[in-house]
């Protein structure tokens, strides 16, 4: 079988997200990492350099890239990846793009006119924390009615590096323009799709949402000049919503330190937990029209069938499964619109303290 060529474009500036798509891509026998791309001159080199990447192209300009590859995972910041997935598409180059789909929802749209106009190729948005393994076995679960009609839901998700005042400097996912909003996009993204999916078959869509955000470190160190610079986007944002069918929940998404990632679904069978293991899950059933009566929740394993090597490694499998066979992915451009239309909306209700009611 012939394999997959792949590129990937931005290297980032700091963490990066490329580094677990590159591990990804290496542990993949149908495919072939063979092009960077970053627009910093002398970064790219630098940075392959760092990641022991060898028999690897560092081009010089996307278009080199492009014409030499069958697909590209798209890593930059949020304000490049309408340009750079229509560019590709228009190539025709396969697109994985990073989430969120887009800075802005018009760019998000004209991405999702690209792809229909290109069925051909795959387009697929980074929506990784569904592929985790005990939230697909919690998904089946609950398909399976065993939770019956679903209460509500709490979940929480961010990170703790960007709590460094002094040591992190200003970077673009810090400012408006790059990249949107902040811990919103970065993590309520994720948090929002993971819900939709486990929840909507049943459910139904997500009907209301109330947002609150704030900058709780409002200036940051300039990178590429001296003095201190504005923070134009949220810190940490928390938000509930309101399911068709009744079920309500709370989100809390922060770049300034949470334990991990955790999400925790009540229905009228019982409770399914989350807790930062990806292998396990915390269980707790009862009967629909009973009480809890007092039983223990138990810590199961996830089966077997539910299992991957991470979350990322599941994302560019499928990515690569779909090119060679023919297919798309639920995480198309289209989904990605879909949940970038909801984070305009809870970016709507913070800015003006209303509930947004959606059609």
Not at 216 to 231: L, N
Request: charged letters at 30%.
């Amino acid at each position: 079988m012939k394999k997959v060529k792949v590129g990937i474009v931005g290297t980032g500036y700091t963490i990066g997200i490329a580094k677990q798509h590159v591990k990804a891509y290496n542990a993949n026998e149908k495919c072939e990492l063979v092009a960077l791309f970053d627009k910093v001159e002398g970064r790219a080199q630098e940075w392959a350099k760092k990641q022991e990447l060898k028999n690897i192209t560092i081009c010089k300009t996307y278009e080199e890239m492009l014409d030499m590859v069958d697909a590209v995972s798209i890593c930059t910041s949020n304000d490049a990846h309408g340009e750079l997935s229509i560019k590709a598409l228009e190539s025709g180059v396969h697109v994985l793009c990073e989430k969120p789909m887009s800075s802005e929802i018009n760019y998000a749209r004209e991405m999702v006119e690209c792809a229909k106009n290109h069925p051909e190729l795959v387009n697929m948005i980074g929506f990784c924390y569904r592929g985790i393994p005990a939230i697909k076995y919690m998904k089946s679960i609950i398909d399976q009615g065993k939770l019956g009609k679903i209460y509500g839901f709490r979940q929480c998700l961010g990170g703790g590096r960007i709590a460094n005042k002094t040591g992190v400097m200003l970077e673009w996912r810090m400012q408006k323009k790059y990249s949107g909003t902040g811990a919103l996009a970065d993590f309520g993204s994720h948090m929002i799709d993971i819900v939709d999916y486990l929840l909507k078959d049943t459910e139904g869509p997500v009907k209301e949402l109330t947002a609150i955000s704030t900058i709780s470190i409002p200036e940051r160190k300039k990178i590429d000049e001296e003095g201190m610079g504005a923070v134009t986007n949220d810190d940490t944002t928390i938000f509930t919503a309101k399911l068709n069918n009744g079920a309500v929940g709370t989100f809390y998404s922060s770049r300034l330190g949470t334990r991990g990632h955790s999400l925790e679904i009540i229905g009228e069978g019982g409770m399914l937990v989350y807790e930062h293991e990806d292998n396990e899950l915390i269980v707790n059933l009862k009967e629909k029209d009973g009480g809890y009566n007092g039983q223990k929740e138990e810590v199961v394993a996830v089966p077997d069938e539910f299992l991957e090597e991470s979350k990322f490694h599941e994302e560019i499998n499928e990515f690569i499964d779909n090119i060679i066979y023919n297919k798309q992915s639920e995480r198309d451009f289209a989904r990605g619109l879909y949940i970038q239309e909801l984070l305009e909306a809870l970016k709507e209700s913070a800015d003006n303290k209303k509930t947004v009611i959606l059609d």
